[in-house]
């Protein structure tokens, strides 16, 4: 588990150098390709929000595994692995992950519209806050894929050989696909699905809690404890639950709602406990130390207040915008000429304050930057017109001890910054000028994962990487190696590459690298048998009676119900303090014993008709990709059908976006491409040689009766 250790600040009084822009340019920064469809970034990512005992961390693209560390964004290809005796949290806003010992999880894919996570043993529990109608959320397992279908609790096994799949759903509703059917898991039931050629299952009623169901059950009550700062951040923001545990809220006349952390040293400022990693596509990206320091460093801005630092969140946004940090870099090109620090250069940071624009040095178009900045500058004009960082005026620059200096080394190899900060002369920050949002430094392999707590490790066996499971729907394409990436990003003066000059990038995956192989839970299992279900439970296990499901349309995914969501309560609780360790659920007072109510959630928007608009087309679209990775067409390889859906995705999102930015009412038509040749390992087949597209056949859904008997308790899970 971790702890943070705090100590006095270490000083040292000498000047700094900086990388920085040529004498006389107005920018280190080209200014980032920008038209009216780009890659955007996805706006969600995760955060490693809990860890205890031994719990190992791969980035995506990486090969080589490091300790995990609190507070690491999380997205696509990444990797987690509890070892023996460890549990670990992943926030990711809408929905939490919690994962047992012996377990690896797998980040499929995470972005604004997916949650599709890899579990080829072990046990996970997700909390499901909300599911919008244009996401989906997936968990695939050896035998089975399971999709959860409305907000509610869930739990996932997978047993040591990969040939059991135990699904429970304490409330919610799941679809369980396996063997070319599926059958629906309603709330109170428990489905496991056991074999791999012969596939079979049964439905039995929901036990009694065990030692993990109950920690999860206590992470949940630290959650709807958080009532405070739900007035002010949406729950769909990473972290929000940290606020009230670590600090108080209060109101300015000038920022609105502020928030001051209560436990910090004296001369403490904003991203000075922590470190930087590089994080694709967003680049260099702050990983801060403190329990609470998630939501503060990668949203809102921060104001010094009354002679005290204060988090601002500005306006409530129900879909928040992840930033690697938001912050502004400053140098000045004669520090390095006159003054040898440590053999080498420096780097230096200081917070944004609210009003003011961050611009993204990673690729994005106009509209991801209003979605970016909208919460804290009111003025959408002014967005769109700063594209020079360089000549703004930046008020917490004045602030006394705001900046914070390191060695270019700490910062490259992403060590802690405050055990190696360098204290500059006011004559320095007078000279200082503003170089950037992020320095120009190439990252090494060191930069991905971090230094980390100074322990090994832990590996999880070889055969989970091999194990193959089964999805709904084809994975993305595989993560880009660093090594292919690295340099080309010195090339590119230590600017994130496009999303596009990446997929460029040579495909070979090194030793170590995850190649994960899926099947189609929509097939027939190898050897053409479909799933059938247990004429008897297990020994010691009831039948759970069920209700009728109904048959899905062709080439359709069966309907969500719909979501409904509590309105806020009118008046905020007071925020409970928790002074010792963060990770585990802390007591309450006398006068606090009573169990927090579940939190109530804020109600959403309706969507508009472009929402509407693009909702359908998405359902159309993920309903053919659906039936290709169940039977694709002749000649297409697995890599060949990933790249061009994921292109055909992309290519909705974009216009999406581009309607989004433009304020039309309707989705634009879908942009020409040109006809490619499916690419078998034979090489290209003639075009008079592709075979059409096969028509899917429906999943079966398996009949239930509709009354309910007594349930009984299922043994203990081992």
């Known amino acids: 588990m971790f702890a943070l250790k705090r100590t006095g600040w270490p000083i040292v009084v000498t000047a700094l150098a900086l990388l920085t822009a040529p004498a006389g340019a107005q920018s280190p920064y080209p200014r980032p390709a920008q038209s009216d469809q780009a890659d955007d970034p996805p706006d969600r990512v995760g955060r490693l929000s809990y860890l205890d ?44 992950l919690r994962i047992s010992t012996f377990t690896e999880l797998d980040l499929v894919r995470l972005d604004d519209h997916w949650l599709q996570v890899r579990l080829p043993q072990g046990t996970v529990a997700e909390r499901l806050k909300v599911l919008g109608g244009d996401q989906d959320n997936e968990i695939d397992a050896p035998n089975a894929a399971v999709a959860l279908l409305e907000s509610g609790k869930y739990r996932i096994d997978v047993s040591g050989d990969g040939r059991t799949t135990t699904v429970t759903v304490r409330s919610g509703r799941a679809q369980v696909t396996a063997a070319g059917s599926s059958f629906y898991v309603e709330s109170g039931q428990v489905a496991t699905v056991r074999g791999d050629n012969t596939i079979s299952y049964d439905l039995v009623d929901v036990g009694a809690p065990d030692d993990f169901d109950r920690w999860s059950q206590s992470r949940d009550r630290r959650e709807d404890a958080a009532t405070t700062a739900r007035r002010y951040v949406s729950e769909d923001t990473p972290g929000e639950e940290d606020l009230d545990a670590y600090g108080r809220w209060d109101t300015d006349v000038t920022y609105g709602p502020v928030w001051y952390p209560t436990a910090v040293d004296a001369g403490w400022a904003p991203y000075r406990v922590g470190h930087w990693v590089w994080i694709t596509p967003w680049g260099w990206t702050w990983v801060d130390a403190s329990p609470w320091g998630f939501t503060p460093y990668h949203y809102g801005r921060w104001a010094f207040v009354g002679g005290r630092w204060g988090w601002c969140p500005g306006r409530r946004i129900v879909e928040p915008v992840f930033a690697p940090a938001l912050v502004v870099f400053v140098g000045n090109p004669g520090w390095s000429t006159s003054v040898v620090f440590a053999g080498g250069d420096g780097v230096a940071w200081f917070p944004l304050a609210p009003g003011e624009v961050y611009y993204p ?56 910054v405050s055990r190696s900060l360098v204290r500059l002369a006011p004559s320095d920050l007078q000279q200082a000028r503003v170089v950037g949002m992020a320095p120009t430094l190439a990252p090494t392999r060191a930069s991905l994962a971090g230094a980390g707590p100074e322990r090994r490790a832990p590996l999880p066996p070889q055969r989970l990487i091999a194990r193959p499971v089964v999805a709904t729907h084809a994975p993305p394409p595989a993560a880009v190696p660093f090594s292919a990436q690295q340099r080309a990003i010195a090339a590119n003066g230590g600017r994130p590459l496009a999303p596009a000059q990446v997929r460029s990038l040579p495909t070979s995956t090194p030793t170590g690298q995850p190649t994960w192989t899926f099947r189609s839970a929509n097939a027939p299992a190898p050897g053409g048998r479909g799933l059938v279900r247990s004429a008897a439970p297990a020994a010691g296990r009831a039948p759970a009676p069920t209700r009728a499901a109904e048959q899905p349309a062709p080439g359709r995914a069966p309907e969500r119900p719909a979501l409904s969501r509590a309105p806020e309560p009118a008046a905020p609780t007071a925020p409970q303090r928790v002074p010792s360790h963060p990770a585990r659920p802390q007591p309450t007072a006398p006068a606090q014993a009573a169990a927090p109510q579940p939190r109530a959630a804020v109600p959403r928007p309706p969507a508009s008709t472009l929402q509407r608009s693009y909702q359908a087309e998405r359902a159309t679209v993920e309903s053919r990709h659906r039936q290709e990775f169940a039977q694709p067409k002749q000649g297409e390889t697995s890599d060949a059908l990933s790249r061009r859906q994921d292109a055909e995705d992309r290519d909705l999102e974009e216009r999406y976006n581009q309607a989004r930015a433009k304020n039309q009412r309707t989705m634009p038509p879908p942009k020409p491409r040109p006809q490619e040749r499916p690419q078998s390992e034979e090489g290209p087949q003639p075009q008079d040689q592709q075979a059409e597209p096969r028509q899917q056949p429906v999943p079966r859904e398996e009949s239930r009766p509709k009354q309910r008997q007594p349930a009984k308790q299922p043994p203990d899970r081992q």
């Open 361 to 416: 040095t990673y690729v994005a178009d106009v509209g991801y930057r209003r979605r970016i900045n909208v919460a804290t500058v009111t003025n959408v004009t002014y967005i769109t017109n700063v594209t020079q960082v360089t000549t703004v005026t930046y008020r917490n620059r004045a602030i006394s001890g705001a900046v914070t200096a390191v060695p270019q080394r700490v910062f490259v190899q992403a060590q802690p």
């Open 53 to 96: 005992g031994p719990i190992s961390f791969q980035p995506a693209g990486d090969d080589q595994w490091a300790a995990a560390e609190p507070n690491r964004p999380a997205t696509t290809g990444d990797r987690i692995w509890a070892d023996s005796t460890g549990r670990a949290e992943l926030d990711a806003g809408s929905a939490v």
